[in-house]
């Protein structure tokens, strides 16, 4: 391997590296030989990447230290702590080996606020396990995983540079936006899986969501071309455009329900363990029918259902990609899951200014404006919402209702929740009793179930923190799929007190 070329790690054969780091840990009889194997494999990689590491022999054993290479890692310091082989087997020696790596970082680090700086794996050969500091608490697995492709892919991911990034639209967009590779693979996976589709129910959810579509804007096959030229399929010969549209809502809702999970497992109750990404990361390491299993219980309601909340995934029309699960679209899910790992979930507390509606703009750039405007499809902006609710004269007081009856991505909603919480800071109001009142009286309706699904995830968004103040029974998010104009025709309630009362 030339040391000047640098190693590309989405082209590494990780299965190769992992079966030749346990052929090392056969012929090793020690955590010396060991490290001796380990950097027979790995070193190339890291010359080509500029990382040294550096060997440290102490009483217990034998780590490599690997210092950051730039200042913006989530990491710093990168540590593997060798045992010898077979040892991870004994639970005793895989826990102690476990302490033993936080006693280092807690060493290097001294201060707490640091002990995220650093991220430990510790391995034997045959197993491997990863253990941080995160959201004030270790996260450590209960169990080594077995060295293979994907946790050695892992290893090296966290050499190569793991980073944790705020939450926030405009590094989502360029993340997860049209130009990003993730978009590219994703949209076309998807869509290839709608062309070459094998199941009945996505041909039908398919069917029923092109009816639902054309009473929810003004579309045709015409108006939708444009988006073979954005996203560069102008060389296909015959491109289905409506399954295309299906394929990029159906992307955009993967990102909506795995962050939104992931931001909720951090107000999750203490029985839930670790983050929600992390646990599918986990599945796919093992095989991709675990990860699979793990996404059906996630479009069943999943974590939002451990948490009480009742109402956030209800069988959408885009979890669709279940029936057609196959190894294209397990990897493209785990690529998005890993990306969205960089991401720090607790911005939503630390900076809740970065998250407002976060993911209107990612949509109004995964579909261009041309095509959005075409269809009858726009979305308010912030200052033109703040500046209509001043107009009315909300100031965020609880006790009245606010009803956005076509509220899209849930804008008006979001300010409006915003405004409630800074009202309870000013009056002293606890925050269980501004839950309550927040889930009573801010509501939401709309006729497009891609901008119900988005109005629910920035909801929760908005209550962040205010989750661990749920009730026992759960809460439910109110922003309901229907014709708000059938609605009123019905007279249906939708507060408690009475429908005449006036609403903002």
């Not at 629910?456 to 759960?474: F, S, V, W």
């Amino acid at each position: 391997m030339n040391p000047k070329t640098e190693v590309v790690l989405e082209e590494l054969d990780t299965a190769k590296l992992a079966q030749e780091i346990k052929q090392r840990a056969q012929e090793a009889s020690n955590e010396e030989e060991l490290k001796i194997g380990f950097a027979v494999i790995l070193e190339p990689i890291l010359r080509s990447w500029n990382i040294k590491p550096a060997y440290e022999r102490y009483s217990a054993g034998v780590r490599c230290v690997i210092s950051g290479v730039r200042k913006d890692a989530l990491y710093g310091t990168v540590i593997l702590e060798f045992k010898s082989p077979g040892k991870l087997k004994s639970e005793r020696e895989f826990e102690k080996a476990k302490e033993q790596v936080k006693k280092y970082i807690r060493s290097e680090a001294v201060d707490p606020r640091y002990y995220g700086r650093y991220f430990g794996v510790l391995t034997d050969g045959y197993q491997i396990a990863f253990v941080r500091f995160r959201r004030g608490a270790w996260e450590e697995p209960p169990e080594p995983l077995e060295v293979n492709a994907q946790t050695i892919s892992r290893l090296l991911e966290a050499i190569r540079g793991l980073r944790r990034k705020p939450i926030d639209a405009q590094l989502l967009l360029e993340d997860f936006g049209p130009e990003s590779k993730i978009a590219e693979k994703a949209i076309l996976t998807l869509y290839k899986a709608l062309i070459n589709s094998k199941s009945s129910r996505t041909e039908m959810l398919f069917e029923d969501w092109k009816r639902v579509f054309s009473q929810v804007c003004a579309y045709s096959k015409e108006k939708l071309r444009g988006l073979i030229d954005y996203y560069g399929l102008k060389g296909h010969k015959i491109v289905d455009v409506e399954r295309l549209m299906f394929a990029i809502h159906t992307y955009y809702t993967i990102l909506m329900k795995l962050l939104t999970s992931e931001i909720i497992s951090l107000f999750a109750s203490s029985f839930i363990v670790g983050s929600y990404l992390k646990r599918l990361e986990e599945a796919y390491m093992r095989s991709g029918k675990d990860m699979l299993d793990e996404l059906k219980g996630l479009e069943e309601g999943g974590i939002f259902a451990e948490l009480g909340i009742k109402n956030f995934l209800e069988a959408d029309y885009f979890a669709w990609y279940l029936d057609e699960w196959n190894d294209e679209i397990a990897s493209l899910i785990y690529e998005i899951s890993k990306k969205l790992l960089d991401y720090e979930p607790a911005t939503v507390e630390l900076t809740p200014e970065r998250v407002k509606d976060l993911f209107k703009r990612l949509y109004q750039n995964l579909v261009p404006r041309s095509i959005r405007h075409k269809i009858g499809e726009y979305f308010t902006p912030d200052w033109l919402a703040e500046l209509l609710l001043d107009e009315v004269g909300y100031d965020g007081n609880p006790e009245k209702k606010v009803l956005d009856p076509a509220c899209g991505s849930g804008t008006f909603l979001v300010l409006a929740i915003k405004r409630i919480r800074e009202y309870a800071k000013e009056h002293f109001i606890d925050e269980r009793t501004i839950l309550t009142k927040i889930v009573e009286n801010v509501k939401g309706i709309d006729l497009n179930p891609l901008a119900v699904l988005a109005s629910k995830a920035n909801y929760i968004i908005a209550l962040a923190d205010l989750l661990r103040y749920r009730p026992r029974e759960g809460i439910e998010i109110p922003v309901y799929l229907a014709d708000s104009i059938a609605v009123g025709r019905v007279k249906h309630k939708l507060f408690k007190e009475s429908r005449y009362e006036r609403y903002w």
